[in-house]
């Protein structure tokens, strides 16, 4: 049995873990939920992110700076994929959706892969957050601490443009009837142009803010959509307040469940997920027959 | 019955395949006269005779390109690529190995590469192309012990010799072992009875030791063999923490062990998991509470964590390129590769290199590219060992390892370092002769030379 001041760590740490998480997620909710296409190139796109901040904060030397520049590049990113791509994609089935959007994981992996090699490039933690900080209970890195406040920051300016602003209303009753939207004199189309370029980007805000504490690789976003899986299925497909809860929860269990023994972390994680999808499919926050 | 990778109308197809070859070469008895190849007293096995007729001979290269371990896969295939133009050229480097002339036993080396993707499924289909198209006289390469299994049990299956490229697992010349398979990286047991007693020199008995162990063959393997070795110097496990394959954030694992207790931290996460875990540690302040190792340190480990972490790690790798001062084909092998690929070769490039010359001595001893001659020549190489890379190396006959010194290396401070890729010390080149466990003691039985 481990010892309480353990398990207070722990559970601190799951905090962190599911802002993370969060994060990572609420790029592919929000593209599932409004748009009703499921982005299989949301790792790749967080795997982007991290090579945009390696190359910007380290040619310049200043992590923020590559947050801001490496921020646009991923809307500008974002705007191209959907113009090319996704906009042909609407409305064919899902299957075609899930298709297109896996080959464009492949072609940015690859590309990555041809420019920069395979070999794990580093990322320094800015110097304003380095080293570890001591919580009394804990010692924990900086950086991390840091991330939850960004984090934290970056989720409630996504929640207000989405959801706060007349682009996710217009976004969502495009979904319903993109005909009607455009009788009444709105263009759907640009609506769903920026609902998609803002999932990119907080893939890519995901990937740079991740990218000083994992190895950045080509092929390092391959967890990451797959974790976002579980946690959108825990908070609800589609949900962007999901996609938080679903987060902290997911980083809670793997964290807490460490605490006794890490072998079953991943394991629990799962079990809950499908213990979940029994009771109750459609998630914690996701209303039935949504997506 | 022997359980296939291959989904069943691959392995049918390719039957017929070998059969009609079979049938083509009895139709030719014209070429068993060839001399070299002996085939008057031989039936053919494999690819033999067909892939040794004509002026050259065809190797099978299979190495991840993609995928986890890509990095080490391009220079695991820049290490062939050396050795083959080299023999293929004769001169200075292969006289020195011992080899006569050009090429082997005077026949070109023609090879192809495919990328495996780090699954075995998708190496094993393009070996078993090589092998039915390209009559490919001996198959090589892998970056990971599931890799260099599934190839094992082809080689034996389809009687063609398996230089296995890099793989760490006891179970490669343990459970998995096969009479066509030969391993040349020191196997999990070798690399802890090497590293132990440096670690207890330097820090001592009775240590508190928390372990990091990818939840996976190679992983427990090494964490039985290392926690097994250091149990006679009174070592304790204080905590094991495992982790499955191909996990990036390690934040829970690490903060249980950084409150464990443990005066040292073995690492035993591979490739991009051990960077990403070997960054966090140092975030999480474990590499000041404690000391780390890592058993097996990845190729291009120093360079991917950056800032210094690697810094007084201690841990083995097959080959590190200093090793050049030491022996004199290590040398012209470093040289050679820096020369063509402007890096200094890891030890995936050396074990593609090495294995490759081994191979082409073997042949030369055999006289004859027929398969139980080789096999037997590289079983007999203890009363005859080849001069290589790593001085004189000897396959044991009972499992096929090679009995080869153990390279234990500790990471350099920045100032120590006298060119941007000196990242590590030797510490001591351990002899291999008594790191080997008891060839019975992980289960293996060679399968039949014919």
Redesign the interface.
């Known amino acids: 049995m481990p010892s309480g001041a353990l398990l207070i760590a722990q559970a601190f740490n799951g905090l962190a873990l599911g802002t993370l998480l969060a994060l990572v997620s609420s790029g592919l909710t929000i593209i599932l939920g409004t748009l009703g296409v499921l982005n299989f190139a949301h790792g790749a796109l967080f795997m982007l992110g991290a090579y945009v901040i390696f190359v910007i904060a380290g040619q310049t030397g200043s992590f923020v700076l590559g947050l801001v520049v490496g921020g646009v590049f991923m809307l500008l990113a974002g705007v191209f994929i959907e113009r090319v791509v996704i906009r042909l994609f609407y409305a064919r089935p899902a299957e075609d959706q899930i298709l297109v959007t896996f080959g464009i994981a492949i072609v940015l992996i690859e590309a990555v892969r041809a420019i920069f090699g395979g070999a794990s490039q580093h990322v320094d933690v800015p110097s304003w957050a380095e080293g570890v900080t001591q919580l009394g209970f804990l010692i924990y890195p900086t950086y991390r601490l840091a991330l939850i406040g960004i984090i934290a920051v970056l989720l409630i300016a996504l929640y207000i443009v989405l959801y706060r602003t007349s682009v996710g209303l217009v976004v969502r009753a495009g979904i319903e009837d993109a005909r009607m939207v455009g009788i009444l004199g709105i263009n759907v189309h640009r609506a769903f142009l920026l609902v998609f370029a803002i999932g990119v980007l907080a893939a890519g805000l995901a990937g740079m803010l991740y990218a000083p504490i994992v190895s950045v690789n080509p092929d390092m976003g391959a967890d990451f959509l797959i974790e976002s899986f579980v946690v959108i299925v825990i908070g609800g497909l589609g949900s962007y307040p999901g996609a938080v809860v679903g987060g902290i929860i997911a980083g809670e269990i793997i964290s807490i469940t460490s605490a006794f023994n890490s072998a079953y972390s991943q394991v629990m994680l799962y079990a809950v997920m499908a213990l979940l999808l029994v009771l109750r499919p459609q998630g914690l926050f996701g209303a039935e027959g949504r997506v | 019955m022997q359980v296939s990778d291959r989904p069943d109308g691959v392995s049918r197809r390719n039957a017929l395949r070998l059969g009609l070859g079979t049938v083509g070469a009895l139709a030719l008895p014209g070429l068993a006269s060839v001399p070299g190849l002996a085939a008057e007293t031989h039936a053919p096995v494999g690819t033999w005779p067909a892939g040794a007729q004509g002026d050259s001979v065809f190797i099978g290269i299979t190495t991840p ?7 080490d ?2 220079d695991h295939q820049l290490g062939y690529e050396l050795a083959i133009a080299e023999i293929n050229a004769g001169g200075g480097t292969v006289a020195k190995w011992g080899l006569k002339g050009k090429g082997v036993l005077g026949k070109q080396i023609r090879y192809a590469i495919t990328d495996t993707e780090t699954k075995p499924n998708v190496a094993v289909q393009a070996q078993t192309r090589f092998i039915s198209q390209n009559k490919a006289i001996m198959i090589s390469g892998c970056v990971a012990s599931s890799t260099a299994v599934a190839l094992e049990e082809l080689a034996q299956r389809e009687k063609v010799l398996n230089m296995v490229g890099a793989s760490g697992s006891n179970a490669t010349t343990g459970q998995d072992c096969q009479r066509y398979a030969f391993r040349s990286q020191p196997s999990a047991y070798m690399v802890s009875k090497a590293l132990v007693p440096v670690l207890v020199k330097q820090m001592g008995k009775a240590l508190k030791v928390a372990y990091l162990t990818p ?1 996976y063959t190679y992983g427990h393997s090494l964490f039985d063999s290392i926690s097994g070795a250091g149990k006679a110097d009174g070592w304790t496990v204080v905590s094991n ?4 394959l ?4 390690f ?3 690490l ?2 062990i ?2 464990s207790g443990a005066q040292l931290f073995v690492n035993i996460a591979f490739g ?2 051990a ?2 875990s070997t ?2 540690a140092g ?3 474990v590499l000041k509470k404690m000391k780390m190792t890592a058993p097996n340190i990845s190729a ?1 480990q120093a ?5 210094g972490l690697m810094e007084g790690v201690y841990g083995t790798m097959d080959f590190w390129w200093t090793l050049e001062d030491k022996y004199p084909l290590a040398k012209d092998f470093v040289q050679a590769f820096h020369k063509k690929n402007n890096y200094y070769p890891r030890w995936d490039a050396h074990i593609g290199y090495a294995q490759t010359y081994v191979w082409a001595l073997a042949v030369e001893r055999a006289n004859s590219f027929y398969p139980p001659d080789v096999i037997k020549a590289l079983e007999a190489s203890k009363s005859n060992p080849f001069d290589s890379t790593l001085g004189k190396v000897w396959y044991r006959a009972e499992d096929h390892q090679l009995v080869r010194p153990v390279p234990v290396l500790v990471g350099k401070v920045a100032s120590a370092m006298k060119n941007p890729e000196d990242f590590y010390e030797l510490v001591e080149v351990v002899p291999g002769e008594p790191l080997l466990p008891p060839p019975d003691m992980f289960g293996c039985h060679l399968g039949a030379y014919t």
């Open positions: 390109l993609t995928g986890p371990y890509s990095a896969g391009k939840d923490q495992v982790v499955p191909g996990t990036s954030d934040s829970s694992a903060l249980n950084a409150n991009a998991d960077v990403a960054k966090q975030q999480f302040g291009f360079k991917e964590v950056g800032g």
